[in-house]
């Protein structure tokens, strides 16, 4: 019989994403793998010892699905050993291009184009739509967008119609975007942002922004942010 995905990452870490969809009569199976470490797979005559760290995610309020009834109490403290709340996509706007590039070299690669990045323009307007579907809707958007890309940066027209009007405001950096702001204005931030990011190392801060060093360096110049 082919190994179970608990045989597979045994060793490993273990990701399962919307833990709250998991159906009343599914959670008692997981519930015993997880306390008595070790499962029998489908057609087995024996059981299988794993050793998993287990990480889950949900967008659901897990402690009001307990109290309804449509979560296991005892399964919800079994998986809430370490609690990490997110924010909103939206609450992150610093974040978006950072998360941005990383996606779009991961469907750069999935569909064989070469794009690098993303146009001023583009960045504009990520940062200042409000993201309601979070990071699923972002890597959506940027899958679309590669899709349908003609350049190596990623322009306006390639997004959704709803991101391209997007006028909203959100905070960069701990700072209000004003409704209207200088396209470079736009990628200084983000290139400083970068930086940060890489505790300045200028090499990886070019990686991640798709460019190369000399590039980079020219850019720095221009903004009078050249100093090592």
């Not at 597979?8 to 470490?37: C, Y």
């Not at 609690?83 to 974040?95: E, K, S």
């Not at 060093?213 to 009078?224: D, F, I, N, P, S």
């Amino acid at each position: 019989s082919r190994p179970g995905l608990f045989q597979q990452a045994s060793g490993g870490t273990m990701f399962l994403d919307e833990i709250g969809e998991l159906a009343l009569v599914l959670q008692p199976k997981l519930l015993r793998a997880l306390q008595e470490r070790k499962v029998r797979p489908v057609g087995g005559d024996s059981e299988i010892v794993f050793d998993v760290r287990l990480v889950t995610a949900t967008n659901r309020d897990l402690e009001e699905m307990v109290e309804d009834k449509r979560f296991r109490e005892d399964l919800y403290y079994r998986i809430n050993v370490i609690h990490i709340p997110l924010p909103p996509l939206r609450a992150r706007g610093g974040d978006v291009l950072l998360l941005a590039q990383h996606m779009l070299k991961h469907y750069a690669a999935v569909f064989d184009k070469k794009v690098i990045g993303l146009a001023a323009a583009a960045a504009e307007r990520m940062i200042t739509y409000d993201w309601p579907g979070n990071v699923r809707e972002l890597g959506n958007c940027l899958e679309r967008a590669v899709a349908l890309a003609r350049f190596e940066e990623i322009q306006v027209e390639d997004l959704p119609e709803k991101i391209r009007s997007s006028r909203h405001r959100l905070s960069l950096s701990g700072t209000e975007l004003p409704e209207l702001l200088a396209l470079e204005e736009i990628e200084r931030r983000h290139v400083l942002r970068v930086l940060e990011a890489c505790d300045g190392n200028r090499t990886d801060a070019a990686k991640m922004l798709g460019l190369d060093r000399k590039t980079l360096y020219r850019k720095l110049l221009r903004w009078g942010l050249n100093e090592e």
